[in-house]
């Protein structure tokens, strides 16, 4: 059974820093596609907004919306995802995601998310 569990959110000052962590259990990393995915506020009937993908350390995509700011990377020796967060913005504010997916889009895994909020 594969787990995912997001760690690092918390309250942040506009232009601050935070660093998110996926630990994973159940599934070997290199397996999977990775993403974080996040959820504004007040849009919790809208999909939820894809931020940053992990194929693999040369295969990485952002939202347009990011790039430049946050970096996403993988330890596949801890099994753990990561988000670092530069430069946050007040609308970077939301609960962030971490999803996984076999490469063959048979399953998807959700973690609970974690929530980050960016005063201005």
């Known amino acids: 059974q594969v787990q995912l569990v997001e760690s690092g959110g918390g309250l942040v000052e506009y232009g601050g820093s935070l660093r998110l962590s996926c630990a994973d259990s159940?599934?070997?990393?290199?397996?999977?596609?990775w993403s974080w995915y996040r959820q504004t506020p007040g849009k919790e009937g809208e999909s939820r907004e894809l931020v940053a993908v992990f194929r693999s350390a040369d295969d990485i995509t952002y939202a347009n919306y990011v790039q430049g700011r946050f970096a996403i990377s993988g330890d596949a020796t801890r099994n753990t995802l990561f988000l670092q967060m530069n430069s946050l913005k007040p609308e970077d504010t939301a609960v962030y995601y971490c999803?996984?997916?076999?490469?063959?889009?048979?399953?998807?895994?959700w973690g609970p998310g974690t929530q980050v909020v960016v005063s201005s």
């Open positions: 999803r996984a997916r076999t490469r063959d889009f048979e399953n998807i895994y």
């Open positions: 159940g599934c070997t990393f290199p397996d999977y596609v």
